[in-house]
């Protein structure tokens, strides 16, 4: 049984992120996706909230599961009994943080490798920052996200925009 790990913060989940998981999930028997709790960083979506839009996203992806996690990357690694870590790589920007993230955790746990996968040129560009960004101030992210996120981002956008007392 291979077992990876596909950390991050998926706040929230978007069309990226599913497409490195359907590749992903054709490699190992199991992947799994490990939200990172991390209590100092402002998320927009609760732990929860970002848990739930992901199991409801892969629903057709029968070996991925959805858990969580805080504290070191390598320590759940080894609680999971995984073999893999699974990043996604879109620019050269995110090759540096990653090839540094990468190397770090190899020095701690030099039997699990990262494995990286490129990013498909229809997604590369998608970043759940820039999701969010765009989707707060009502513009159209259907074709980045999920519809289930979608539907998430519109009502946070809808709450804020009542908060606020900003009409149509
Ligand atoms: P983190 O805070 O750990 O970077 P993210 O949720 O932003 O968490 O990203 C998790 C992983 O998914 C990272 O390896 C990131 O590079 C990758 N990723 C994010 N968006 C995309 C995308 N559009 N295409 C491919 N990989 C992506």
């Not at 709790?37 to 629903?59: C, W």
């Not at 090839?99 to 990262?114: G, R, S, Y």
């Amino acid at each position: 049984m291979r077992l990876a790990v596909y950390p991050g913060s998926f706040d929230p989940i978007t069309k990226g992120h599913i497409d490195i998981l359907e590749r992903s999930s054709r490699l190992f028997d199991r992947i799994v996706v490990a939200v990172i709790h991390n209590v100092n960083k402002k998320e927009l979506f609760t732990l929860e909230e970002r848990k739930e839009m992901i199991r409801e996203a892969t629903q057709h992806l029968p070996n991925v599961e959805v858990d969580c996690f805080s504290g070191l990357l390598v320590d759940y690694i080894v609680q999971k009994g995984a073999c893999a870590i699974v990043r996604g790589l879109r620019t050269v920007s995110d090759f540096e943080y990653e090839l540094h993230m990468a190397m770090m955790n190899h020095h701690m746990l030099p039997e699990v490798d990262t494995i990286f996968i490129m990013s498909t040129s229809k997604y590369f560009y998608i970043s759940s920052s820039m999701v969010k960004e765009a989707a707060l101030l009502g513009g159209p992210v259907g074709d980045l996200v999920p519809p289930n996120v979608e539907a998430r981002l519109r009502e946070k956008w809808r709450q804020r925009k009542e908060g606020k007392g900003v009409s149509d």
